[in-house]
């Protein structure tokens, strides 16, 4: 689950991470408040910062810096409303709908830092660049030694020496130290208190009289982990998430749209992810990533049709199965339900192994639908692919 910067804000300031003042604002007139109290009571000057789910706000004109109650409130109305394009929101863009007023920094130093699980060692990893203000992938691309990267161990923590070998790394004064290493611990224990699955600071600023800031702040959750943080996920913005993919949570389906044609189900990350490729190697598109899980109710299987046809470039609907704890008959029972209530009309091209599949495969043929069933992933591909073809 993703939230926004000004909420993340929110959580890292109750565990001392310093923050420059700031107020959200869904309204001009909120916005024109904001700005009013900051430069009253000592600001020198107001960010207006768009709040959408995507990065890059800077570049596509949704963040700017001001130095005074006019050009404030003109940036607020320019921002708030706009649809705001980055290289993570696609061409279509996010609407923005509410703004961060911010006091400005007197910056020295743009930085970098990040937490996030490294998935071949099993531990957190704290990572820090100089690189601060900058896309992490390109640094990492251009330069991987730029970044610097401890590995954390979860009995121990991040480590008073691990904090000091990151400042030092990062060329902070020695007089800064010891503030930084308070920085990086405090990072670290929201994190791991709060079951994030990532967090960046970017930039991590100095100032001109050697303190330190969050500047910006990006933080996502794992979502099986929500039911212990009730705090975490009302903080949820359904508004900033495509209403299938907010559909299909309702149901607990793994849904996220594409921009292909062909439709999937699919139990299983892993298969999912070959359903696509193959998809792609037919020469096809998919229209999206549906993972129905291992014990897919007839419920949810119908639900998840009614998902998939939603998205009117759905041309054919590929159900890719390998049956374990969820039978193969079960499946195919719920698939002929689904088509018949929902009245499906695309083609559906169905690839099954796995436990009673045999039963699955004549539950269909007993259908009197108009399934094609294919014998290997790559037959059904090629059979999908030209099905939705002869559908577009």
């Known amino acids: 689950m993703k939230i926004h910067e000004y ?83 696609g061409p279509t863009g996010q609407k923005v709908q509410r703004l961060l007023i911010e006091e400005t920094a007197a910056i020295d130093r743009e930085l970098y830092l990040g937490i996030v699980l490294d998935r071949a060692t099993g531990k957190l990893v704290f990572m820090a660049s100089q690189a601060g203000g900058m896309e992490i992938e390109e640094v990492a691309a ?24 990151l400042a030092f790394a990062l060329g902070l004064k020695p007089s800064m130290v010891n503030q930084a290493v308070v920085f990086f611990q405090s990072l670290y224990k929201a994190f791991v208190e709060t079951d994030a699955s990532l967090l960046e600071i970017n930039p991590f600023i100095t100032t001109k009289d050697d303190k330190l800031f969050a500047l910006d702040a990006k933080m996502t959750f794992d979502d099986n982990a929500l039911f212990r943080h009730a705090e975490v996920k009302a903080l949820r913005d359904v508004a900033e998430e495509d209403p299938l993919e907010v559909e299909a949570s309702k149901y607990a389906l793994n849904y996220i749209k594409l921009d292909g044609s062909i439709a999937c189900m699919v139990n299983g990350a892993g298969l999912a992810m070959a359903t696509m490729d193959i998809i792609q190697y037919a020469g096809g598109s998919p229209a999206n990533f549906l993972d129905v899980g291992g014990g897919a109710t007839q419920e949810q299987i119908e639900h998840a049709f009614e998902i998939l046809l939603s998205d009117k470039n759905v041309k054919a609907i590929f159900i890719n199965i390998f049956g374990g704890i969820l039978r193969v008959d079960r499946l195919a029972t719920g698939v002929v339900a689904a088509a018949r209530n929902l009245n499906v009309t695309v083609p559906i091209v169905l690839r099954l192994e796995g436990t009673n599949v045999e039963e699955g495969r004549q539950i269909l043929k007993d259908s009197g639908l108009n399934f094609q069933v294919g014998a290997t992933m790559k037959e059904a591909a090629d059979l999908v692919v030209a099905a939705a073809k002869v559908g577009a």
């Not at 251009?142 to 070998?165: C, S």
Request: proline letters at 5%; hydrophobic letters at 40%; a positive charge.
């Open 7 to 89: 909420q993340a804000k929110t959580i890292l300031a109750k565990y001392g991470v310093p923050v420059p003042r700031g107020e959200v604002a869904n309204t001009l007139p909120e916005a024109a408040d904001a700005a009013r109290n900051l430069l009253a009571n000592g600001a020198t000057g107001v960010v207006v910062k768009a709040q959408i789910h995507a990065g890059g706000r800077g570049k596509g004109g949704g963040v700017k810096v001001t130095f005074n109650q006019a050009d404030a409130e003109s940036a607020a109305a320019k921002i708030l409303g706009m649809q705001l394009v980055t290289h993570q929101t």
């Open 142 to 165: 251009k330069d991987p030694t730029a970044i610097i990267k401890e590995e954390i161990d979860p009995a121990i923590g991040l480590a008073g020496y691990q904090g000091r070998k």
